[in-house]
């Protein structure tokens, strides 16, 4: 990580955090000016660039005074990596606001800004990537020279051929890959486990690959485990006798649920030993419980979760409870179990100890290529893992080809900071311009049977939130256009005057029981690609024959469904004006794309120098824009105490998969939404910190703590060290982490999931 740069785009003295006005004081109670309560909540009153101080003071005074000595704390969890937490029960939300020394922020220096956040983060990903590849190398290598069991009895349980798989094998496995943190030492545990069940019991193989990547079906079917604490509490309770009291005790004092359960268990005595759990069982009732919803159904979730852990032995408990979390936190990337099985399938055939070095590692990384590009293309275990069984692998392209109905990961771009570098990156090759619309990614696909479905980015199904969309597609379908899936996004449209309507009000839409007549924001579509038509993939095909395509499938329909908008001239100038028009018509900025010759293929899930995005912000000077997680919520004041009026929020460490605490936030939020921020969020409230939340020694606990599943778009003037809280913490300071200066909330990310939030790395 470069070292953050200190500076603001504010400029000099105006960028100096000015000294609070009020003396510092520390006693309660006192009687708060009406004005002073306010101020927490006007910040739009206030210009976008003027720091926040009195909110700020007013958070920070919360910082303190949780320090203090008051009954009703609750110490959160203590764990090696993660700092102690101090959480206050009881503040009090009308006090005065003390105006606590500030010291979350270093003396602005006069460095220049940092402008170019999002490209750094590209650039990572890029770096992350070749290290991946580079230990996908090392541990092809490693594997060529494990020896493997043959035998039909394994992993020293009674598990013999045809049996079910015991769940105790694949705790083991879990064991050990929790044990290390060396990527060889996992892929090894793994691709062990994976020979065993193809060569012993291969029906278990999907049912035990899900429970790795903590998954229970494709994403797109929507169903989640991530089961609240309270509900796991009860169901550990009923199972082991134990009081919840205890149970919160051993919480607070371990960490981890998991390890309270299995203890739990352990000092439990049962009469008769329960009969062994199998993989199947586990799996069948993870999936049961995800599937229940409605009214009773909490109570049908904690039976069935007593159920599983009474029959649990050893640390089988431990693994129930987080995969009920809906995160097992051992370190499996789901790409690691994906090569790992790649390479199972090739090396469980005993003839592959006999083959030469050369060939052993060809072949597993033929395997590992072929395994992620099917993955690619059709992300369903559900088809991959039964084709796996059968056909060669060479085969499994042809198998498991892409299709309509089930959603491939968007291909993603690059940003770019300067027109210039546009015309460095592609100089002799063709590239096309478009306008980079601002609303939400949109993959519409058409069945050959006629079923149409919308996904999001993240392949959730978002037919039931347009409906409005969905009926009026097949009036923009030609007849001769049967199957297909087109690349699009959806933005606000403004009926009348028949043009775009910015994001942010995209985003007062209903998410959830969207019913026609309720519809107040209305949504167009537009067309940029298209990945697959009548019976015909297209991924291989260049960008011109693609937009052909899409152009001669598809008609342009007044206020439902557009072409994006595009250019096809190399010249700065022209390109200078597109981008200028692309914003005055609402838009963020361009797209620019390869567009002819193998360069221009879609690549799906890849962030692609083949594609690069121009942002008018960045262009300004004024940064791209982190996702982050919030983490926690402060009470307004004044006019707003019914609401949250500011919010903590965090970026994602996925080495320590944590989540830390990067700066509160209190500014660029109307009325409106922070009364749908409250509505989302006041379900979320979790009664202390999750042990995965690292938050720094001294840092404002917020009054209320929440689950980490909403996603706020952030800018920010700069980044500033911080000691109190823990982005980046030990990367560029062993104590200190990364705070960020004046953050300003953006938008909601729905499309986004919580581990999808900036990495601290960045
Ligand atoms: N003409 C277009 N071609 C491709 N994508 C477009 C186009 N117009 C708008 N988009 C949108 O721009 C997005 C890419 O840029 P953006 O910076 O908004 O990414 P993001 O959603 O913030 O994700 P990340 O920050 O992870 O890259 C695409 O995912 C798509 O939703
Ligand atoms: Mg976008
Ligand atoms: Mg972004």
């Known amino acids: 990580m470069k070292q953050a740069k200190l500076g ?43 720091p926040m101080v009195e909110a700020e003071t007013t958070l920070f005074k919360r910082a303190m005074e949780s320090d203090s000595d008051e009954e009703d704390k609750i110490v959160a969890p203590k764990s090696k990596k993660r700092s102690r937490i101090i959480l206050d029960d009881d503040t009090d939300d009308e006090e005065e606001p003390v105006a606590a020394p500030v010291d979350d922020e270093e003396e602005p220096a006069t460095a220049p800004v940092d402008d170019d956040k999002e490209y750094e983060e590209a650039e990572q990903e890029e770096k992350e990537e070749q290290q991946e590849n580079a230990l996908e190398k090392e541990s ?47 892929t090894e545990s793994l691709v062990t486990l994976f020979i065993q069940v193809i060569r012993l019991s291969p029906d278990s193989l999907l049912e035990i690959l899900y429970m790795c990547i903590s998954k229970v079906c494709p994403d797109y079917e929507g169903l989640e485990l991530g089961i609240g604490e309270s509900l796991l509490m009860k169901a550990i309770a009923k199972s082991t006798g134990r009081a919840m009291k205890a149970l919160k005790d051993d919480y607070v004092t371990i960490g981890d649920l998991g390890t309270v359960a299995r203890n739990s268990k352990g000092s439990q005595r049962t009469l008769f030993k329960p009969k062994p759990l199998t993989t199947s069982h586990v799996f069948k009732t993870l999936k049961d419980i995800a599937k229940l919803s409605g009214q009773s159904s909490q109570n049908k979730k904690v039976d069935k979760i007593q159920g599983l852990l009474v029959a649990c032995q050893e640390n089988e408990a431990k693994y129930i409870i987080r995969q009920l979390e809906g995160k097992l936190r051992i370190g499996l990337a789901e790409q690691t179990v994906l090569s790992a099985l790649a390479q199972a399938s090739v090396m469980y055939k005993p003839g592959f100890e006999k083959k030469s070095q050369q060939k052993k590692e060809s072949e597993l990384s033929t395997a590992t290529d072929i395994l992620k590009s099917v993955h690619n293309q059709l992300p369903n275990y559900d088809m991959i893992v039964p084709a796996l069984l059968t056909y060669p692998i ?92 087109l690349d699009c996004e959806a933005v606000a449209w403004d009926i009348e005057k028949s043009c775009i309507l910015p994001f942010q009000i995209l985003s007062t839409r209903k998410r959830k029981d969207v019913r026609e007549e309720e519809i107040t924001v209305r949504v167009a579509i537009y067309g940029f690609d298209c990945l697959y038509l009548n019976g015909q993939s ?128 209190g500014t660029g939020f109307s009325e409106t939404m922070l009364q749908t921020l409250y509505d989302r969020l006041k379900d979320l409230v979790i009664p202390k910190p999750k042990p995965f939340y690292a938050i ?36 560029v300071n062993d104590a200190k982490g990364i705070s960020l200066r004046f953050p300003r909330f953006i938008r909601l990310r729905d499309d986004k999931d919580p581990e999808q939030a900036t990495a601290s790395g960045q």
């Open 394 to 485: 060479e085969d499994l392209l042809s198998k498991c080809s892409m299709r309509p109905g089930i959603p491939l990961k968007p291909m993603l771009a690059h940003p770019t900071k300067s027109l210039p570098e546009i015309l460095d990156r592609f100089q002799d090759q063709k590239f096309t311009c478009e306008y980079k619309y601002d609303g939400e990614r949109a993959q519409i696909h058409r069945t050959e049977d006629g079923k149409i479905s919308i996904y999001s980015r993240n392949s959730e199904d978002m037919s039931v939130r347009y409906p409005d969309v969905m009926e009026t597609i097949t009036k923009w379908i030609k007849p001769t256009t049967q199957s297909f899936i």
């Open 538 to 665: 297209l991924l291989q095909e260049s960008f011109e024959k693609r937009r052909q395509l899409l152009h001669d499938s598809f008609i342009e329909t007044k206020n439902q469904f557009y072409f994006a908008e595009h250019m096809d001239s190399n010249d700065i100038a022209d390109i200078q004006t597109f981008l200028d028009v692309s914003i005055q018509n609402n838009c963020e900025g361009l797209m620019v794309k390869s567009y002819d010759g193998e360069h221009a293929t879609y690549e799906p899930s890849r962030r692609s120098r083949n594609w690069l995005k121009v942002k008018k912000d960045y262009l300004n000077g004024l940064g791209d824009s982190m996702d982050l997680v919030v983490m926690g919520a402060y009470y307004g004041r004044g006019k707003r105490t019914s609401v949250y009026g500011g919010f903590l929020l965090g970026c994602y460490d996925p080495d320590t998969e944590e989540f830390q605490t990067i700066c509160k936030i």
């Open 8 to 50: 603001s785009f504010f400029g000099g003295g105006a960028s100096k955090k000015p000294t609070p006005s009020k003396p510092a004081t520390t006693e309660k109670n006192e009687e708060t000016p009406a004005s002073s309560q306010d101020t927490i909540m006007k910040e739009e009153e206030q210009s976008q660039n003027t």
């Open 140 to 186: 092809v290598k490693a594997l060529t020279q494990m020896s493997i069991n043959y035998q039909t009895e394994s992993m020293g349980s009674t598990w013999k051929k045809g049996d079910p798989v015991p769940y105790a094998v694949l705790c083991r496995t879990f064991e050990k890959c929790e044990a290390t943190t060396k990527r060889l030492e996992i």
């Open 696 to 731: 720094g020694d001294g840092a404002p606990a917020p009054d209320v703590w929440l689950e980490p599943q909403v996603l706020f778009e952030v800018k920010c003037a700069d980044l500033s060290i911080s000691p109190i809280y823990m982005a980046g913490v030990g990367q």
